[in-house]
Nanobody, 119 residues
Framework: QVQLVESGGGLVQAGGSLRLSCAAS????????MGWFRQAPGKEREFVGA????????SYADSVKGRFTISRDNAKNTVYLQMNSLKPEDTAVYYC????????????WGQGTQVTVSS
C-alpha cells in the first residue's frame, strides 16, 4: 500500500520561502513519477510540478517556474518542494502525488498540507 505523507506547510509572508516534504512508503518507486498539486479555495486542483524518481527529470507549471524546485532523496524515499519568492496566490493545500512512469493519471495522493502566504 503506497503512502504519501506531506509536511512542512505553514504561514509565511509574501517573498518568503517554505520547503515541503513528502515521505513515500509502501513500494519501490524507481519506475514512478512523484509530483505536487495544489488547490486553492474555490479553485480547481492545479499541477505544480513533478520529478522522475530515476534520473530526476523535472517539469513545472508556468506559474511556479523559476520560483519552485522539486528534488528527491532516494535514500530517504522523500521528495521535496522548495518554494521561494512566495506570493499570496500560492496559498493553497499542497498535495504530494505519485504515478507509474507510463501511467497518465496520478494514482496516489497524500492528505495535503496547507500553505498560506500573507501579503
Amino acid at each position: 500500500q503506497v503512502q504519501l505523507v506531506e509536511s512542512g506547510g505553514g504561514l509565511v509572508q509574501a517573498g518568503g520561502s517554505l520547503r515541503l516534504s513528502c515521505a513515500a512508503s509502501g513500494r519501490t518507486f524507481s519506475n514512478y513519477v512523484m509530483g505536487w498539486f495544489r488547490q486553492a479555495p474555490g479553485k480547481e486542483r492545479e499541477f505544480v510540478g513533478a520529478i522522475t524518481w530515476s534520473g530526476g527529470r523535472t517539469s513545472y507549471a508556468d506559474s511556479v517556474k523559476g520560483r519552485f524546485t522539486i528534488s528527491r532523496d532516494n535514500a530517504k524515499n522523500t521528495v521535496y518542494l522548495q518554494m521561494n519568492s512566495l506570493k499570496p496566490e500560492d496559498t493553497a493545500v499542497y498535495y504530494c502525488v505519485s504515478r507509474r512512469l507510463l501511467s497518465e493519471s496520478y494514482d496516489y495522493w497524500g492528505q495535503g498540507t496547507q500553505v498560506t502566504v500573507s501579503s
